[in-house]
């Protein structure tokens, strides 16, 4: 980003994505489509037509025909959630997909420091309060999204709904101490 103001998504950073070993999270536990549909806020109807559209596929396992269950990292449900937060502003279809498409290149570090901010029309990352500042001055931002905070919310609800291993496919019990059939099935498994 140049010192000079925050950046459009319109334009290509040229950074490889970074991936962030030491958060379990993002390697090592997957969510099925109806525990990423809690966790952001959308129907399943809406995580079945972004997936099918390209805008939003699980990083982990796509479906493969029918009978397959989609599999979401972590990250994929904090885009699903940006996402959503986008669409309920107005922001059109064809600058989230460039905003998602930007969002998927950044490491899991940068995504936790970013302030999303639109006029509507355009989607610009800030990584630092001057950067909003610049830009609301400039009369352009009109909204924004603190992409830490809506991390956080994710990650609040993920930890009340199950997660599964990647490598061994092993449901993770969420914090609800009434759900006793994710349990019997660890054990028959």
Known sequence: MAADGPASFTGSRGQAPQEDASD??????????????????????????????????PSIRPAYGSGTQRLYSFRDVVVLKIVKRLLDTGVSLQNIRT????????G???LAQMTLMSDGATVYECSSPDEVVDLLQGGQGVFGIAVGVVWKDVEGALSQLHGEHV????????????????RRRNRAG
């Open 24 to 57: 379990p999270s993002s390697d090592q536990v997957g969510y099925r489509g109806p525990t990423a549909c809690s966790a952001a806020g959308i129907t399943y109807r809406q995580l079945d037509y972004w997936a099918r559209t390209g805008l939003v596929e």
């Open 99 to 106: 905003a998602v498409q930007h969002l998927r290149s950044r």
């Open 108 to 110: 899991m570090t940068d």
């Open 167 to 182: 490598d061994t496919g092993e449901t993770i019990v969420g914090d609800h101490p009434g759900d006793e059939l994710a």
